[in-house]
């Protein structure tokens, strides 16, 4: 476990949902990605992920699901992608990315509390 921190800290972290309107393969990263286009709404909207999931999600299926994505880290240079957030999720037993999961529909840009 990581050290204590206060509930304004937890705030300082802006995790937004989004919904996935593009994925495709990204064959120039160092690891196996898929580049996903994220609409979180009018205020924030159409973001670049590069997300690490490959072994358990194909791009097509990936359209139209909603994620969890940090959208205050600063843009990140991975390859020739500009990467605008973090999309989330955990490592399965095996260290597969699996995404953190919305099970009921939300409206985008719908902040994490």
């Known amino acids: 476990m990581s050290e204590t921190i206060s509930f304004d800290d937890f705030l300082k972290v802006d995790i937004r949902a989004g919904t996935v309107i593009e994925a495709r393969p ?8 898929i580049i996903l286009l994220i609409d979180f709404g009018p205020g924030i909207g159409v973001k670049k ?18 994620v969890m994505a940090v959208v205050n880290f600063p843009p990140r240079q991975i390859g020739p992608l500009r990467s605008d957030v973090l999309t989330l999720g955990f490592e399965d037993a095996g260290g597969a990315i699996v995404l953190a999961a919305i099970d009921k529909p939300v409206p985008n840009g719908q902040r994490l509390m």
Do not use: C, D, M, W
Not at 26 to 33: G, L, S, V
């Open 26 to 33: 990204f064959p120039e990263a160092r690891k196996p990605a």
């Open 49 to 66: 992920s590069s997300a690490q999931i490959t072994v358990h999600y194909e791009p097509e299926a990936l359209i139209g699901r909603q």
